[in-house]
């Protein structure tokens, strides 16, 4: 393994699935050599509304809002998000993202996480 690597987020190839789901994400962990992280870039579109969030079995995540503004549920609380807000979630608690006017941009960072990944999906959860 390298002890340096540098990625371009933008540059890697987005994921077709968050783009069926209207999203725009970059998911770098494979493109990083990291033992430990992955860090990714989430844009969603002006008034995006999900009506899915996920969590996770072990993975901790934090997000840092780069750009826009928007909204974060986090089981049953809702937060307002605005540029550079950094939400840290424990692996166990649903999430969703809402974008407001102007869109909604994040950098996603993730801690370790069994092989394959272990982020669970859930339907119909934020549907208001």
């Known amino acids: 393994m390298s ?3 540098i990625v371009n987020l933008k540059q890697v190839e987005p994921s077709e699935a968050a783009r069926a789901a209207g999203i725009e994400a ?6 990083l050599d990291s033992e430990h992280l992955g860090v990714s870039y989430f844009r969603y579109p002006p008034d995006f509304r999900p009506g899915t969030g996920h969590r996770h079995h072990e993975q901790e995540e934090a997000y840092v809002v780069v750009a826009g ?3 974060v549920r986090l089981d049953d609380e809702v937060v307002d998000l605005k540029q ?7 692996p166990d608690v649903v999430r969703g993202f809402r974008a407001g006017p102007e869109g909604l941009e994040l950098i ?7 092989e394959g990944g272990d982020g669970v999906p859930v339907k119909d959860w934020w549907t208001d």
Do not use: K
């Open 3 to 5: 002890r340096h690597t």
């Open 26 to 31: 970059h998911m770098s962990r494979s493109r």
């Open 69 to 71: 503004s928007g909204q």
């Open 84 to 90: 550079w807000d950094v939400v840290r979630v424990a």
């Open 108 to 114: 996603a960072v993730g801690a370790d996480r069994p």
